[in-house]
C-alpha cells in the first residue's frame, strides 16, 4: 500500500504486506514517479491501482515506461483527460443522445454578459475540470448570477453554467470495467441516499441497484471515449421528464467503490484476474438492496448539517444493519477504523490530506 502521508488507513489493514510512503503528487510529481520506479524494481508487483485523480493522471503520463514495470490498467492520457473534462463529456453527450442538463460553455465573459438574461435559473456553475462538489455554485436569483460568475471564474477560468435539475429524483451511478479491446467486463450500479454536502457532493449512503437505462447510457459514452479500465458515471433523474440527466464521468477508482464490492462486484479482483491473463467470462451479477456507508467524517457531517436529521430514513444510529456494511470497518480487519481516526488528526498539518477532504466533500 502507498501513500504521501504516514499514517494512513490502508496502513493498519491486515492485508497490508508493504507500506510505501512516498513524496506527494500533488507538489512533487517527478519526485512521487522517480519512487514509484524505484520501487517497482526494488519489489515484484502484479499490479499498481492508483485511487485518486491525480495520482491516476500522472501513471498515465509515464504509462510506457511503467507498463515495462508491471501491469497498469488505464486507458491512454488523451483519454483519460478527455473524460474528467465536463465540457468535452458533455459535448460528447450531446452528439449520442445521451441526456443532459442544458448548459452554456461561454468561450468569453462578454458571452455570460449577453446571456444573463436568457439563462435558466436556478442555475449551476461548474468548473470544466474536477470532481464532486468542488468549486460548484447554486444561483437562485438572477442578481446573483454575475457576481457568482466572477468568483467563481477567478479560481477556474470560464466555468460552465448548468441547469439546476430539481430534487425528486435519485442521484444514481454506473460503474464499469472495460478491457483492452475497449469492451465492457463488469458493471455495478448504485443510488445515492445521503450526501455531503447535502446539495451535492460524495455519497455517505449508497444502495446497490439495478437500472438497466443508465448502463446502455454510460456504456454508450464510455465506448465512444475508446476505455479501458474503470469508470464511473454519474446520472441524476429529472423529475420534470423522468429522464436520467448526466453528471460527470468519474475516470479512475470512485469513493463508493466498497459498496460494489459487498454486492459481489470486486472490481478490483477482476482487474487482477485481467493482469493475470484469466479470461472473464462476462458482466457478474450482484446483490441488490445492499448498502455501504462512509461514517467519518462524511454521514456524521450529514447528520449535523441535516435539520432533519433525526428522521433520517434509514436512521443515522442504525450502525449495525444486517445488510449494510461500511467503507472502514470489518469484524475480520477492525484496525483500520483505528487508522481512519488518526489519519483524520493528519488534517492539522499535512496540505494532502486537507486536499483529500476538500474534492471529496467540497469544502
Not at 449520442?96 to 446571456?115: C, K, M, W, Y
Not at 438574461?117 to 460548484?136: N, Y
Not at 466555468?159 to 442521484?171: H, K, R
Request: glycine share 6%; net charge positive.
Amino acid at each position: 500500500m502507498g501513500e504521501s502521508t504516514a499514517p494512513a488507513t490502508t496502513f493498519f489493514s491486515r492485508y497490508c504486506a508493504r507500506r510505501l510512503v512516498y513524496p506527494s503528487p500533488h507538489t512533487r510529481p517527478e519526485a512521487f514517479i522517480e519512487a514509484l520506479v524505484r520501487e517497482l524494481k526494488r519489489e515484484h508487483y502484479t499490479m499498481v491501482l492508483p485511487m485518486e485523480e491525480r495520482t491516476t493522471l500522472l501513471l498515465a503520463r509515464h504509462r510506457e515506461h511503467l507498463e515495462s514495470l508491471t501491469f497498469l490498467p488505464l486507458t491512454d492520457f488523451s483519454s483519460l483527460d478527455r473524460a474528467r473534462r465536463k465540457d468535452e463529456v458533455l459535448k460528447l453527450a450531446g452528439r449520442l443522445g445521451v441526456p443532459a442538463p442544458v448548459t452554456l460553455f461561454p468561450r468569453h465573459l462578454a458571452e455570460v454578459r449577453e446571456q444573463l438574461e436568457h439563462l435558466p435559473l436556478p442555475a449551476v456553475i461548474k468548473p470544466r475540470l474536477g470532481s464532486g462538489s468542488t468549486g460548484i455554485r447554486y444561483v437562485r436569483r438572477r442578481e446573483d448570477l454575475w457576481p457568482a460568475y466572477l468568483q467563481a471564474h477567478e479560481h477556474a477560468p470560464l466555468p460552465l453554467i448548468q441547469e439546476y435539475i430539481p430534487e425528486g429524483g435519485p442521484a444514481v451511478g454506473v460503474s464499469f470495467l472495460f478491457d483492452r479491446r475497449h469492451r465492457p467486463v463488469a458493471h455495478f450500479a448504485h443510488k445515492r441516499l445521503r450526501q455531503y454536502p447535502l446539495t451535492g457532493g460524495p455519497s455517505t449512503l449508497r444502495e446497490s441497484i439495478s437500472d438497466p437505462v443508465i448502463r446502455e447510457l454510460g456504456e454508450r459514452l464510455l465506448t465512444a471515449l475508446e476505455w479501458y479500465g474503470v469508470a464511473m458515471v454519474e446520472f441524476r433523474y429529472d423529475p420534470r421528464d423522468g429522464l436520467p440527466k448526466l453528471m460527470e464521468i468519474n475516470p479512475r477508482f470512485w469513493g463508493s467503490l466498497p459498496l460494489a464490492v459487498y454486492a459481489g462486484v470486486d472490481f478490483p479482483y477482476l482487474i487482477f484476474q485481467l493482469a493475470q491473463g484469466q479470461p472473464l467470462s462476462g458482466p457478474p451479477t450482484y446483490a441488490l438492496g445492499k448498502r455501504c456507508r462512509w461514517i467519518l467524517p462524511g454521514d456524521l457531517l450529514h447528520f449535523f448539517k441535516n435539520p432533519r436529521r433525526f428522521h433520517l430514513d434509514p436512521g443515522f444510529f442504525r450502525f449495525f444493519d444486517n445488510n449494510t456494511a461500511h467503507d472502514f470497518f470489518s469484524w475480520t480487519d477492525p484496525l483500520p477504523v483505528a487508522g481512519r481516526v488518526l489519519t483524520l488528526l493528519t488534517l492539522l498539518y499535512d496540505p494532502d490530506m486537507k486536499r483529500l477532504l476538500r474534492d471529496r466533500t467540497g469544502g
